[in-house]
């Protein structure tokens, strides 16, 4: 059964694109993943699912129930964490919890062992007043207060940005019990690997139309990195002559399969590679080197090219 | 309920605040009254000294302040009256525009709540505020009242000196509301219906002191329950109070038709 169904859904703020055409359908069970760059409309489209804002065009159901006639009806099976998070700054955690749990079904007594719970995962201080937080323990509110309904589906506008690494791994884990669960996942981002590693399928959004909808399994051959290299000087052991023609001959000895794309600039080449990076450090050992950089790509630069390479 | 009673916790400091420094006022104007009322006659000379106008505006053409109606009407309660519009305007206009300028509202709204519900839970609880605020006022004045005025006075003229201000607070209260959905800033929605206040009550000067603007007087909520009128009347206007609650109506269910549809973009 389709959880999250939109057909054609369109949002203009009065002449200014939000998003264009979305048809998207993500099963019950799935997590799924909504990615593009900043502004791109991964917002723009969670929050006209959840009515804040009202489309201009096309319809969508969430769980079968029209996301403006049905709102509140929905929402009560609903989890959602906004991307920037604001809650009442004169109130204590708790009090926030308390707050939150009282619109549901059972209210604060039943759902108090789950926040509980979910509170001691994220080391949260229930006591702490809101203002007194950092951003990255209001995350953590904002996670806690979007799971402690239990809810069938989870809308979550980009979880991991502000949060530490130790606690993106708690985040991934509770999830994965979420999951477990039954609970569906709908989940933003503009970082490519996270959700390489925990969605099934992927939207790939971009200037507020969906580029393609994708199994991870077939984005998962391609983990991308970014490569740059600065050689110590021109030539190197290979004595291929100073200068610039020594270096453009030092990056032909980095052409190795998975280099997507390679820029030369002076002593400085850059690759975009997806290949074994076992392979990339052998060739590189050869050379004598002043530095080398190993990041993720944005990921703009990394569809470019995916892109590229699937048209060819 | 849920959103009534969070908003009943979260707003009675400012409540107790307002109560206690209009009260304060009012008890220390009171007190005032017994050196007054001993020296009428010095007190009806310094009046005549006074121009006309000057009179005119607090309605002291018509009433004495040497007799205690007269002096609650000309002291106590246009304090009341005006700065709890102030009170009313800007707890209306900010019990909504809070939401949307702390971002709050992307809470709010990811609950089971219509957005209906959330509007009529804040209306009531400005209603609740304001009856609050005028019954903690007039009981604390009243006690001031019976302690420093001994003179025999009217319990009608005093009772309805009492109520009359409610409806203006909740006409500003109402206004605030809806003026809230085109200034989410709180400051820039505080800022302009304080203005409405301020402005509203000088337009209701200038209708009495303007021959030929008089009818300025309707667009002023603080000339319907001219205080004169209600003490030597003994009642108020039916009429104008049936006004004063279809402006609250008006404002109100433009605010529920207007918001029901609203794009919120935090």
Known sequence: ?312 | MNVFNREMRANYRSLLVWVLVIAGLNVLVLAVYPSFAEDSAKLQDLMEAYPEQFSKIFGLDRLNLGDPMGFYATEVYFMVLLFGSIFAAILGAGILAKEEDEKTIEFLLARPVTRTRILTDKVLTYVTYIVGFNLLVSLISYAAFVIFITQAYSTKALLLLMVAPVFVHLTFASLGFLAALFFTRRRSVYSVTIGLVVGLYFVGVIALLTRGLDWLKWLSPFQYVDAADIVLNESISALNILILLAVNVAAVAATYALYRRRDITV
């Not at chain 1, 997806?274 to 530095?291: C, I, K, M, Q, Y």
Request: hydrophobic share 40%; with cysteine.
């Open chain 1, 1 to 312: 059964m389709a959880v999250i169904e939109t057909e054609r859904l369109r949002k203009y703020y009065g002449k200014a694109r939000g998003i264009e055409d979305v048809t998207l359908t993500v099963e019950e069970g799935e997590i799924f993943g909504f990615i593009g760059p900043n502004g791109a409309g991964k917002s723009t489209t969670i929050r006209t699912l959840l009515n804040y804002i009202f489309p201009t065009g096309g319809t969508a159901r969430v769980f079968g129930l029209d996301i403006v006639e049905d709102s509140a009806q929905i929402r009560a099976q609903v989890g959602y964490l906004p991307g920037e998070v604001g809650y009442y700054d004169d109130m204590s955690v708790e009090a926030l919890m308390q707050y939150a749990a009282g619109f549901y079904q059972g209210g604060y007594s039943e759902h108090r062992p789950r926040i509980d719970e979910l509170l001691d995962i994220f080391e949260l201080d229930r006591r702490r007043k809101i203002h007194a937080l950092s951003q990255g323990n209001k995350k953590k509110v904002g996670i806690v207060q979007a799971l402690l309904h239990r809810p069938r589906l989870l809308i979550l506008d980009e979880p991991t940005s502000g949060l530490d690494p130790l606690m993106q791994t708690r985040l991934f884990e509770v999830l994965a019990g979420e999951h477990k669960r039954g609970a569906t996942i709908f989940f933003s981002s503009h970082v490519l690997s996270e959700v390489q590693k925990f969605c099934h399928r992927v939207a790939i959004i971009k200037e507020g139309r969906i580029l393609r909808v994708e199994e991870v399994e077939k984005l998962r051959h391609g983990l991308f990195q970014k490569v740059r290299v600065v050689f110590r000087q021109a030539g190197g052991d290979e004595g291929a002559g100073g200068g610039e023609a020594g270096v453009a001959a030092q990056a032909q000895a980095l052409d190795l399969p998975g280099v997507v794309h390679r820029a030369v600039d002076g002593r400085t080449v850059e690759l975009l590679f997806s290949g074994d990076v076992n392979e990339l450090v052998r060739r590189l050992a050869r050379h004598d080197l002043e530095s080398l950089w190993l990041e993720e790509p944005p990921l703009e630069e990394v569809f470019l090219h995916y892109y590229e390479k699937e048209g060819r």
